[in-house]
């Protein structure tokens, strides 16, 4: 630890400030529900279990359980110097109420899942940050237990409302990406409109047949995107009738979602998706000094104070916990990402197409532990599009058109990342079991799998989570790498996924599905190919696609 001041600290607000500010007489407090006595964080106007709308303050022991932890070795923020120990510990009183925190005057070493820490503040200006040590003599707890065990997302589903689907309204009729490297400076709108115009020639359409535009986010911050609807409606004058842009939403891939849902409804005939990410080029301006990097003195966040400044630790956390449960291990992660290189490999516009070795990947440098630099998706510069087409049109499409059989989206967990499911990336459990409840294939069916992987620990969580492998089996499954590759049970990521192609957000993914359902995949291509599965995002409320060739 660094005698500097951290930042950024958290921004003090009418919710927040008796939670950041109670270190000042050395107590921790929570917010109280008066109705049904239960603990509340994030503090919230209602109670999560009752309802109620009377809420108040309790003062905890500041004693809790180690719920899992990461030693960072990548990320710094001032004050705060890495390598430091990110966790998150479950208060005595009530383990559902999960904390990120640091944990000081212990090494990596000393630590266990489980065991007792106590609360020790650290005053920064006007903030007092919750940071623990462990307990002395060393004892144990009861570690906290899954809000919905991740077996039984499936009970909690909501049934179909009506029996007609949305999906089979629409197909998609057209993809195309742009150029794809490091660093290529060049304008992000300049990516975006290359991807749009590949996508749309590829469907047999002009733009003046574009009567609708959907992306994600909908904004430029940090290299995150090209600026979203309005930008390039700016630039090519579409005048469409229908648009769809923001976070909130399925994932990355929820602009494809939301576009099949426009045309279900008759707003629009032919909508363009599409997602650009300029994060290397953004990057490299930043260090030459021509951009300033986003952020502030101070964060809404929960976890930024504590130096958790990435989804990284986030699902680092997790990770451990899955290898803590079920005897998961780094080489299960490795296998995803050695398949992800071989792949990449037949693939001549992925980034990385170098050989890679188990050895390789045991030895690349720590990111934050269990993931090394291999376990992580790679910055890029790049833009995907996809046109979503009304399904009456595609008999008049120069392509085979790629129909969607179900879609899942429902969220059932916990929408703040630490308090949500314990041993697999958030947001993905719940929606794995919607998607499954539109359709009456099974996993058996699927012929390819295109499985978000902006760390392979997602990956894996969205294999247990669509049923390729069992709840806690995927250190089985995965081994040796037979089960995923192009002629295993369940060919996996086939054109290098974000690992190893390039970070695309997701919509990559799609793209790929695509082409393996049309059969254009080259040297990649998966024999017969006609069902996919395509997931997107996680942490963040998520997506999951199920298509299908057409005739």
């Not at 089996?473 to 049970?489: C, N």
């Amino acid at each position: 630890m660094s005698g500097d001041t951290r930042m950024p600290l958290p921004q003090l607000t009418f919710d927040n400030e008796f939670f950041w500010t109670s270190g000042a007489d050395g107590v921790l407090r929570v917010q109280q529900c008066r109705a049904c006595s239960a603990l509340i964080h994030p503090p919230q106007p209602v109670c999560r279990y009752c309802r109620g709308r009377d809420m108040g303050v309790r003062a905890v022991s500041g004693t809790a359980v180690l719920s899992a932890f990461t030693v960072n070795h990548r990320f710094s923020i001032p004050g705060l110097a890495a390598p430091y120990v990110v966790a998150q510990v479950a208060l005595m009183e009530d383990p559902r109420i999960r904390l990120t925190t640091n944990i000081i005057d212990a090494s990596a070493d000393e630590l266990e899942i489980g065991q007792l820490v106590e609360v020790v503040f650290e005053q920064n200006a006007d903030v007092y940050l919750p940071l623990f040590r462990p307990v002395s003599p060393k004892r144990f707890g009861t570690e906290p237990a899954d809000e919905i065990a991740p077996a039984d997302f499936g009970s909690h589903v909501r049934p179909m409302a009506r029996t007609e689907k949305f999906e089979d309204k629409s197909a998609i009729t057209g993809i195309g990406a742009s150029r794809l490297g490091r660093r290529l400076m060049v304008a992000p709108l300049s990516l975006t409109i290359e991807a749009c115009e590949a996508a749309v020639a590829d469907a047999g359409l002009t733009f003046a047949d574009i009567d609708g535009l959907s992306t994600y986010p909908g904004l430029d911050v940090a290299g995150m995107g090209e600026g979203g609807v309005t930008k390039l409606e700016g630039a090519l004058g579409l005048r469409p009738t229908w648009i769809n842009g923001g976070m909130d939403t399925f994932g990355p891939g929820g602009s494809v979602i939301a576009a099949m849902m426009a045309v279900a409804t008759g707003m629009a005939r032919h909508v363009l998706c599409f997602r650009t990410l300029w994060e290397a080029t953004f990057g490299q301006l930043v260090r030459e000094g021509r951009l300033t990097p986003p952020g502030g003195a101070r964060t809404d966040s929960w976890q930024m104070p504590f130096g958790a400044v990435s989804a990284a630790h986030t699902l680092a956390l997790n990770a451990q916990r899955h290898f803590h449960r079920y005897g998961t291990t780094r080489e299960t992660l490795g296998w995803i990402a050695l398949n992800q290189r071989a792949n990449a490999a037949l693939n001549p516009t992925a980034i990385y197409r170098d050989p890679m070795t188990m050895e390789d990947y045991l030895g690349a440098r720590m990111i934050t532990t269990p993931f090394g630099l291999y376990d992580c998706d790679v910055p890029c510069d790049g833009a995907v599009a996809v046109v979503v087409s009304a399904v009456d049109t595609v008999a008049d499409r120069p392509k085979p058109p790629v129909f969607v059989e179900a879609v899942g989206t429902q969220i059932i967990e916990r929408t703040d990342w630490d308090q949500t499911t314990l041993t697999h990336e958030p947001q993905v459990l719940g929606q794995a079991a919607h998607l499954w409840t539109r359709t009456s294939l099974r996993p058996a069916h699927v012929d390819v799998a295109e499985l978000y992987d902006g760390f392979t620990f997602n990956c894996l969580s969205w294999l247990e989570a669509l049923g390729f492998c069992g709840i806690g089996e995927a250190r089985d499954f995965l081994d040796g790498g037979s089960a995923i590759a192009r002629d295993g049970a369940i060919p996996l990521n086939t054109h290098g996924g974000q690992l190893s192609h390039g970070r695309t957000h997701g919509m990559g993914l799609v793209h790929e599905a695509v082409t393996q359902l049309r059969g254009e995949a080259g040297e990649r291509q998966v024999d017969d190919a006609r069902v996919a599965v395509v997931s997107s995002g996680g942490l963040t409320p998520s997506g999951v696609m199920l298509l299908r060739a057409g005739s």
